[in-house]
C-alpha cells in the first residue's frame, strides 16, 4: 500500500489561482491511475480530475478549463500536480489525492477515482467571494 502525500491547499480570493501538489511513492516506474478530488461541507466527495497511466485526462464539467492536472514520473515517485485558476467560493473543500495501481489502456473516469484504493489526508482550499 501507498501513501499519498499532498500539499499546496491554503486561501485565496475568487478569481485567484493554487497550486496543488501530491507525492506518491512506493513502486519501480509507478503503473498509477491518479487523481484528486475534493469534499465541500456537508457534500459528498466529488472527483475534480484524473489522470490515467497513458496521461489521459478526464475533468469534472465544473472545474473544466479552469483547472489542470499533471503528473511527472520518475523512477520510484510519482508527482501529482492541480493548477487552479478562476477560483470561485464553489471550489472550497478538502482536496484528497487518490492512486491506484493500474494497466496501460485503461480508461479510467472521475467516478473510477472514488474507488481507488490508496488516499492521502487532504489539503484544505478555502476560496473568498
Known amino acids: 500500500q501507498v501513501q499519498p502525500v499532498e500539499s499546496g491547499g491554503g486561501s485565496a480570493q475568487a478569481g485567484g489561482s493554487l497550486r496543488l501538489s501530491c507525492g506518491v511513492s512506493g513502486y519501480d516506474y509507478p503503473p498509477y491511475c491518479i487523481g484528486w478530488a475534493r469534499q465541500a461541507p456537508g457534500k459528498e466527495r466529488e472527483g475534480v480530475a484524473v489522470?490515467?497511466?497513458?496521461?489521459?485526462?478526464?475533468?469534472a464539467a465544473s472545474v473544466k478549463g479552469r483547472f489542470t492536472i499533471s503528473r511527472v514520473n520518475t523512477k520510484n515517485k510519482v508527482s501529482l500536480y492541480l493548477q487552479m485558476n478562476n477560483l470561485a467560493p464553489e471550489d472550497t473543500g478538502l482536496y484528497s489525492c487518490?492512486?491506484?495501481?493500474?494497466?496501460?489502456?485503461?480508461?479510467?473516469?472521475?467516478?473510477?477515482?472514488?474507488?481507488?484504493?490508496?488516499w492521502g489526508q487532504g489539503t484544505q482550499v478555502t476560496v473568498s467571494s
Open positions: 489522470i490515467d497511466n497513458d496521461g489521459r485526462k478526464v475533468y
Open positions: 487518490a492512486a491506484k495501481i493500474c494497466p496501460h489502456d485503461l480508461d479510467v473516469g472521475l467516478a473510477d477515482l472514488l474507488e481507488f484504493n490508496d
